[in-house]
């Protein structure tokens, strides 16, 4: 089956890095997708990696993709009181759901000044 | 223009009422969405539109019944709802649908958070 594991809650000091990490089980992902929901808001898509990269760095956001432990982590570089929100991994694969997006339950990120 | 938009924002409605959410994409995509994002649990795929015709239904009750009159325009007309419906449902779009490479890539509205009395 598909599932797409992520911890509840992260919680850094404002300066300080964050790691968000993310499992998925379907081997045949084809990309792998974080999203940012900041409260009462829809999911903005921050990033994405297609399977074959290892790394994909855009500004303070650098995706690590362990294909081999099917492991998928986001680390914001100097976190800000901004990147407090809710952080969801998603796989598309091209398995028995045809295509779909595959969500976790999303990484609470809080912020402390 | 912003490139998802969905109205309303906010909805509360009684078990017995019929409403619609109403969801536009400007992205010039063939293909759009409905999920339900419901308190501790993982978004959930209602239904998906490519080129104006529905390509899944994931066991969503009738009560909850989609239109896309056509490529930048979803509904989701609801009646009957019962209170464990409340949720933000969210609208999506993509270029393409169950297509592989970037055209797939999703991009979200707001949602409308409603609410069922």
């Known amino acids: 089956g598909e599932d797409v594991e992520q911890s509840l809650f992260l919680s850094v000091r404002e300066g300080d890095s964050s790691v968000i990490n993310c499992t998925y089980t379907?081997?045949?992902?084809?990309?792998l997708y974080w999203y940012k929901q900041e409260p009462g808001a829809g999911l903005q898509l921050l990033t994405y990696?297609?399977?074959?990269?290892d790394m994909k760095q855009d500004q303070r956001l650098t995706v690590l993709l362990n294909k081999k432990d099917k492991h998928l982590s986001l680390r914001i570089a100097d976190t800000q009181t901004g990147d407090s929100a809710i952080y969801f991994c998603a796989e598309r694969n091209y398995g028995g759901s045809q295509g779909n997006l595959i969500f976790g339950k999303g990484t609470k990120l809080s912020v402390k000044p | 223009e912003t490139g998802v938009t969905q109205t309303p924002r906010h909805l509360v409605m009684g078990m017995t009422n019929k409403k619609s959410l109403k969801c536009e994409q400007h992205?010039?995509?063939?293909?759009m969405y409905w999920y339900k994002q419901s308190a501790k649990k993982p978004l959930e795929l209602m239904f998906v539109?490519?080129?104006?015709?529905?390509?899944e239904n994931n066991s969503v009750p009738s009560r909850f019944s989609p239109e896309c009159p056509n490529s930048s325009h979803l509904f989701l007309h609801l009646h009957t709802l019962q209170p464990e419906d409340s949720a933000l449902y969210l609208c999506?779009?993509?270029?393409?649908?169950?297509?592989?490479?970037?055209?797939?890539?999703?991009?979200f509205g707001p949602g409308t958070r409603l609410l069922v009395l």
């Open positions: 999506a779009s993509s270029h393409n649908y169950d297509v592989a490479g970037r055209q797939e890539t999703q991009y």
């Open positions: 539109y490519n080129f104006k015709e529905q390509t």
């Open positions: 992205l010039g995509h063939n293909a």
């Open positions: 379907d081997s045949s992902s084809t990309y």
């Open positions: 990696i297609f399977s074959n990269m």
